[in-house]
């Protein structure tokens, strides 16, 4: 047996290339095939689809997914899946999947599925039992706010999906869990560690981190955009030792790039004290790692090292906050920025005309600075020919952003002249979901495991 | 420029990658070689940081170092008009904050070597 482990990450978030899975586990071999699917939004997205249909509420992309990765699986023995797209429905997940594993043969293939994250129906009892999910900013408990939550989930760690692993499951499909423990949990199943070798954990638990937002570590999202090949990027492969070091690369012939530079991007990503990265499986330092490059696309990453993790998990929270829309235009003109500020106030106006007054505006000129208003390194260059106008607006009622979105195209008569691009229609109205940051005693949540043959799922 | 000295742009020493920890964002910025990391650890400051990103109402900026990689981690707090979900702006998610840090411009005193 290979003491190298070799996991992959084909998926960054919900929407990202659905060609990736296949062409990674067609163009590499590897141990783990794990796929990211879920952002905060992401999970209260899934939770309004699972009230309007109790079967829905995970990532249907995943099911798309499988079907091509069924030859794969009939291949490659080694080859096992690990992914959140669960959602918020775990257990229907399994059910789609387990139908496209069924009819392609592979009916006896086991399905872990991990539960006990959603915390939506326990609320109150958790409430009662002392947890009063008080806000990480405010400091406020939940109850006094009065808000409409429609989703509450732990993010569960490593533990859970090491035991469907430890349950022969060839694919595992979570809820919310740690990003970074999609790695731990294969890693932990395939060496056995301690869960108190901090160090050997946080190593992991970096080689997680590094991989968890696909190519964003292989040359993606690279200010250096312009020395790698992009259009085929290959997706990241994590090489796991059993010291817990790892080198990360991406399956050859594949665009992009691993080096230092994109690796060390990839490291500080959406961190904040990069001493103390928790995770519910430990508190990681990154202040110790060290980062090599050793040989064409392959960087060797050490000396992470451990703290005992808190005892709590983090949830992810999210309440009714009113609705949105935004519309846009494209001005052209010489005079085009005090035209595009007009148009925009003079929609506003209109609105108000109308009856309504809206909770929060904002009118930005695209073209002028809006992507980071005050950062003027710019201003030496002559002002823009035509900008688009983007006017953006929430409210607590829904009509009065219904309102607003039929206020864009009557300027096309009514405004000033040098006005295109109404031909798209009245943008949408969304509802908003607002986060509450908490945490919840890892005492009152029990993660659940269950492992069957997909055939079983389908009931 | 008087006194002598020289301007630098941090995109001559570095790299760097933005996003969102809810209404927080963070920049890190990956030195080039250890040299720019000696520059942008003297040069490249909170409160040059805070100062460049004013209009957008960040209300505190901290700075932490990874000396073994060379690189810096800024986090800027209450940088995002409401984060994700609910801001107003075409950047919901600070991905622009990193590109527009690179051309912030950082004064080198004359050196005698």
């Known amino acids: 047996m290979s003491r190298v482990l070799r996991i992959a990450n084909a998926a960054g978030f919900l929407g990202d290339n659905l060609d990736a899975p296949q062409r990674l586990v067609e163009s590499a071999e590897v141990d783990y095939l794990t796929l990211e699917h879920l952002a905060e939004l992401t999970m209260s997205i899934l939770a309004r689809l699972r009230e309007k249909d109790p079967q829905a509420g995970y990532a249907t992309d995943f099911v ?15 080859l096992k899946i690990v992914t959140n797209s669960g959602g918020m429905n775990p257990p229907a997940c399994a059910k789609a999947v387990a139908g496209v594993l069924t009819e392609k043969g592979l009916g006896g293939l086991p399905i872990g599925v991990v539960t006990g994250d959603d915390l939506l129906s326990r609320l109150a009892e958790l409430q009662a039992e002392g947890c009063e999910f008080v806000n990480l900013e405010t400091g406020q408990p939940l109850a006094d706010a009065g808000l409409a939550v429609v989703s509450a989930n732990a993010y569960l760690g490593a533990q859970p999906i090491q035991q469907a692993l430890a349950g022969d499951a060839r694919l595992v499909i979570t809820g919310r869990v740690a990003d970074a423990s999609l790695t731990l949990g294969p890693t932990m199943h395939k060496f056995g560690w ?12 970096v080689a997680g981190h590094l991989i968890e937002c696909g190519a964003q570590v292989t040359g993606g999202y690279s200010v250096d955009w312009q020395k790698y090949r992009l259009a085929d990027v290959g997706y990241p492969i994590a090489e796991l030792g059993e010291s817990g070091d790892c080198v990360i690369t991406k399956p050859a012939g594949s665009g992009g790039a691993v080096n230092r530079t994109t690796v060390v991007e990839q490291l500080i990503y959406e961190i904040g004290d990069p001493s103390h990265y928790l995770t519910p499986d430990v508190d990681c330092d990154f202040t110790t790692v060290n980062v090599r490059e050793i040989g064409p696309d392959r960087v060797a990453v050490s000396g992470a090292s451990g703290n005992p993790a808190t005892d709590s998990y983090k949830v992810s929270l999210a309440y009714r906050d009113g609705f949105m829309a935004s519309g846009q235009l494209l001005v052209y003109g010489v005079d085009c920025r005090e035209k595009a500020q007009a148009c925009g106030e003079m929609i506003l106006e209109r ?39 983007r006017v953006t607006v929430h409210d607590p009622r829904r009509e009065a952003v219904e309102r607003f979105t039929r206020e864009i195209a009557p300027l096309i008569t009514s405004g000033p002249a040098g006005l295109a691009g109404y031909a798209t229609g009245r943008p949408q109205v969304r509802p908003v979901y607002s986060y509450w940051p908490t945490l919840v005693p890892k005492s009152l949540v029990q993660p659940k495991v269950e492992v069957r043959p997909a055939k079983e799922c389908l009931q | 420029m008087s006194g002598g000295g020289r301007t630098l742009r941090v995109r001559e020493l570095a790299t760097a990658r933005s996003g969102d ?54 986090l800027l707090y209450d940088v995002l008009g409401g984060g994700a979900s609910r801001s107003l702006r075409i950047d919901t998610q600070g991905k622009l904050l990193a590109t527009a840090l690179l051309e912030l411009t950082l004064f080198l005193p004359q050196r005698e070597d």
Do not use: C
Not at chain 1, 64 to 78: F, N, W
Not at chain 1, 195 to 204: P, Q, R, S, T
């Open chain 2, 21 to 74: 920890k809810g209404n927080h964002a963070n920049i890190g910025v990956v030195a080039r070689d250890e040299a720019a990391y000696g520059i942008l650890l003297s040069r490249l400051t909170a409160v040059r940081v805070q100062d460049y990103f004013k209009e957008l109402g960040v209300t505190r900026v901290e700075r932490f170092e990874l000396p073994n990689v060379l690189a810096l981690n800024f």
């Open chain 1, 64 to 78: 798309e997914i499988v079907r091509d990765l069924t030859p794969a699986l009939h291949a490659q023995s080694q």
């Open chain 1, 194 to 205: 301690r869960w108190d070798d901090w160090n050997k954990l946080a190593a992991a638990s």
């Open chain 1, 351 to 389: 609105v108000r005309a109308a009856g309504f007054e809206l909770a929060r505006t904002n009118i930005e000129l695209m073209g002028v600075g809006a992507g980071v208003p005050g950062a003027w390194f710019w201003r030496k260059y002559q002002p823009p020919g035509e900008l688009v106008l």
